[in-house]
Nanobody
Framework: QAQLVESGGGLVQPGGSLTLSCVASSSVSRINGMAWYRQRPGKERELVARISDSGFTDYKDSVKDRFTISRDYEKNTLSMEMRSLKPDDTAVYYC????????????WGQGTQVTVSP
């Protein structure tokens, strides 16, 4: 069964750091790209960072220079290191994958809560 399992969320003080991880099951193959989205309270889900299969990365302006997205191709894992966290980063973070080559199947993780508060 194709699935994404996220971990790494939690409560952190402003200025702190967290690293999110997302493990894709072995049936998630021929990955075209992966991404992290977030949904802040009262807001729509938004793209935070994405990485193509070739390693090209792209970030939301407000997280550039603070967040780093990366992939471990052997372990089929997506990660995102978040530094200098701000209260405005508080959200549920979701892992997303586009896989299956030209079939472009899509899959979402269950979400992990990140709370930035004193």
């Amino acid at each position: 069964q194709a699935q994404l399992v996220e971990s790494g969320g939690g409560l952190v003080q402003p200025g702190g750091s967290l690293t999110l991880s997302c493990v894709a099951s072995s049936s998630v193959s021929r990955i075209n790209g992966m991404a992290w989205y977030r949904q802040r309270p009262g807001k729509e889900r938004e793209l935070v960072a994405r990485i193509s299969d070739s390693g090209f990365t792209d970030y939301k302006d407000s997280v550039k220079d603070r967040f780093t997205i990366s992939r471990d191709y052997e372990k089929n894992t997506l990660s995102m290191e978040m530094r200098s966290l701000k209260p405005d980063d508080t959200a549920v973070y979701y892992c997303y994958v586009d896989y299956g080559g030209t079939w472009h199947h899509t899959l979402w993780g269950q979400g992990t809560q990140v709370t930035v508060s004193p």
